[in-house]
């Protein structure tokens, strides 16, 4: 029986993603000072203004921070080395907080619906210009937080969370500059409504990404970009492999790809210079998966839903 465990480098591995989540963190921080500087700015505004749309946005703003905050967390969390309890270390933990963001911005949606129906009913006295300044503002600090966190948001789902939230509620003042001007012309107090409706409606189908997303990982879903079938026929293509079971491809977290797989080798063939060699590069160079684990057998194990290879027998 041959094993083999394949960290990929796992030293230079771990510094360079120290230095992954020491940018992200400084780009967060940067983004939390943006976002929570003016959060109360827009509260106050959109109470003074009656504008739900700009309470709308406000309330996007606070989940932008609350979604900032969880990210940092998560990120230090991350950083925390594996003990004793936690043999994985903590990384899923910034898996949980972009879960937990999709859900505040689901939350924030129904809110922002439920309270457009109730204005419709009863219009209040809107005033536009102030709205329109606060909704400008709000533009400029919602860019330059998205300019910050765009670095870091294809590598981590916790970064792209926090930057789902800063991108909604970039087309949020979008949509209150908009509404601002139309009310301004028109005196149609109802299209305040109608904006903060379309604002809290069109970031659900990406906050769903996002929560799907997330979901797989924490259920240890073969992850998204990798293709199983593709991953089959790879191994079922390596000489002396006649048959696999027990293949499992899962992330800890964002880019974290793992594998694990027994492999039923041909007695005639060594495991640890033909095939063990063959199946890591294989693994990384098609699919970029480098911590594998590796176990070859010449009987497959008690009861095992083995997937033979192409022209071997069953």
């Avoid at 879960?99 to 219009?123: C, S, T, W």
């Avoid at 904006?195 to 259920?219: D, E, H, M, Q, Y």
């Avoid at 294989?282 to 699919?287: K, V």
Wanted: glycine share 8%; proline share 3%; with cysteine.
């Amino acid at each position: 029986m041959a094993h083999a465990h394949d960290h990929g480098e796992a030293h230079e591995a771990g510094h360079g993603h120290d230095h992954t989540a020491g940018a992200n963190e400084r780009s967060l921080k940067i983004a939390l000072g943006l976002t929570s500087s003016f959060l109360l700015v827009e509260f106050v505004g959109g109470i003074v203004t009656q504008s739900l749309a700009l309470l709308s946005d406000a309330a996007h703003m606070f989940t932008d921070v609350a979604a900032l905050v969880i990210a940092l967390v998560a990120i230090r969390m991350g950083q925390r080395a594996a003990d004793s309890r936690r043999t994985f270390g903590y990384a899923r933990f910034e898996i949980l907080a972009a879960a937990f963001n999709a859900m505040l911005l689901f939350g924030a949606a129904v809110f922002i619906v439920y309270e457009a129906y109730l204005r419709l009913k009863a219009p209040p006295d809107i005033q536009p210009t102030g709205m329109l300044v606060i909704a400008v503002v709000g533009l400029i600090v919602n860019i330059l937080a998205m300019k910050v966190l765009m670095g870091g948001k294809d590598e981590s789902l916790n970064v792209k969370g926090a930057y789902l939230e800063v991108w909604s509620d970039m087309l949020g003042s979008l949509g209150v500059i908009a509404g601002a001007v139309i009310i301004q012309f028109t005196g149609y107090a109802w299209v305040d409504s109608l904006v903060a409706v379309l604002i809290g409606l069109w970031v659900v189908p990406r906050t769903w990404s996002l929560l799907k997303s997330s979901v797989n990982i924490l259920l240890e879903g073969v992850p998204e970009e990798i293709d199983l079938g593709e991953v089959r026929s790879a191994l079922s293509g390596i000489r002396g492999v006649r048959s696999f079971h027990d293949l499992h491809i899962w992330a800890l977290s964002s880019g974290k790809v793992s594998l694990t797989v027994h492999l039923v080798n041909d007695p005639d063939v060594d495991a640890e210079r033909d095939i063990l060699p063959v199946v890591r590069e294989a693994l990384e160079q098609r699919f970029g998966i480098t911590h594998v684990t590796v176990q070859c057998e010449l009987i497959p194990c008690d009861q095992a839903n083995a997937w033979h290879a192409p022209g071997q027998a069953t």
